[in-house]
């Protein structure tokens, strides 16, 4: 989830060799050597095409997710900038993080980003380089800077309503790991991102092993206590949700994240309660604590049965968007249902 929920300029002179040529393509996205000059990479990427002529130095990523993606591949000392946090970086990542400026803790502005002199910049999200986000890719253009979106938010997702969109097709973790392999061959570091994908399938293979989970319900509930944001059917939630064979009682939204009022919620009752534990200050209930606090003592949710037998599970707000870290989020939910005698 993205949207900051409670998440002209001087000119730059930059290598001329630097292109991005918007033009029609698929919604997809896929780099090839190839392009303008020796070591250039093309994408079609979400609708645009985009060549990076040389491996970039002064990165800037927008977003944490791919924050996290650059860093796991050692390009720390080839960024100049990160922004839009939703919680500590990975664990095993805080050294080399410490080696990147942070531009914002949520949206920079665009002056902001072009004042680091970027040559290539990276976002999780369509709304971050759109109008109303940091801005749209072509601002970028006009002065020569590649852009990447991640293909995990523009593939089989319908962005032009208001939220954060719907899926149109379920969402799987063969998305992330082409965004894994697409951003290393741009940094030409196309071995490390094998590696890396490698560790990741691993990792899934692991946590899911004797997993037969199809006769638990699960609900996911990222933010806002007011009006909270529960996953729908098809994003990362829940490829959690089918690589464990369990259920999401809203599996019957295609939205992103849906608004869901609490009688619905406590009318689905679920077997286990996935809260997202934020550190960012955007919204009411980020963390944990004060959503677990809400539920025990709101008299429409303390009598569902997650809550009155504490099946809680704490999962990261990256661990809950396509990213890397919904592999954290495989391994801790298989870890509870485990603890909880749901596993099958």
């Known amino acids: 989830m993205h949207v900051s929920r409670p998440a002209r300029c001087s000119v730059l002179l930059l290598t001329g060799s630097l292109l991005l040529a918007a033009c029609g393509s698929d919604s997809g996205s896929s780099a090839k050597s190839g392009g303008s000059g020796a070591g250039a990479v093309t994408f079609d990427n979400c609708g645009q095409k985009v060549t990076v002529a040389a491996p970039p130095k002064r990165a800037v990523s927008l977003n944490q997710g791919t924050t996290e993606i650059l860093l796991s591949l050692g390009l720390a000392d080839r960024m100049a900038g990160t922004a839009t946090w939703t919680d500590p970086v990975m664990k095993g990542l805080e050294k080399a993080n410490a080696e990147v400026p942070r531009l914002a803790d949520n949206q920079p502005s ?9 040559d290539f910049v990276a976002s999780s999200f369509t709304s971050t380089l759109d109008k109303g986000g940091v801005a749209p890719r072509e601002k970028f253009e006009e002065l020569g800077v590649p852009t ?3 293909p995990a938010d523009c593939e089989g997702k319908d962005n032009s309503g208001d939220g954060d969109g719907s899926r149109t097709k379920p969402l799987d973790m ?20 094998e590696q890396l994908v490698d560790r990741l399938k691993s990792r899934v293979t692991k946590a899911t092993s004797g997993i037969r989970a199809g006769n638990t319900t699960v609900l996911y509930w990222f933010a806002n206590q007011e009006s909270p944001y529960m996953a729908g059917c098809c994003g990362a939630p829940g490829i959690i949700s089918n ?5 999401n009682v809203f599996d019957d939204s295609t939205q992103e994240w849906p608004q869901i009022n609490w009688e619905t919620v406590a009318d689905r009752d679920p077997d286990v309660l996935v809260i997202g534990d934020l550190t960012r200050k955007s919204q009411t209930a980020e963390s944990a604590a004060k959503k677990i606090a809400f539920l025990e003592s709101n008299p429409v949710t303390k009598n569902m049965k997650a809550v009155k037998e504490k099946r809680y599970v704490l999962l990261s707000g990256q661990a809950m968007n396509p990213t890397i870290r919904t592999v954290e989020g495989v391994e801790k939910v298989a870890a509870a249902l485990r603890a909880y005698g749901l596993a099958g």
């Open 110 to 118: 665009f002056e902001k980003v072009l004042a680091t002199e970027p």
């Open 174 to 193: 063969e998305t992330v790991y082409r965004e894994v392999r697409e951003l290393a061959r741009v940094f030409g570091v196309e071995e490390r991102g």
């Open 148 to 150: 990447y979106l991640s």
């Open 243 to 247: 690589v464990l064979g369990a259920k």
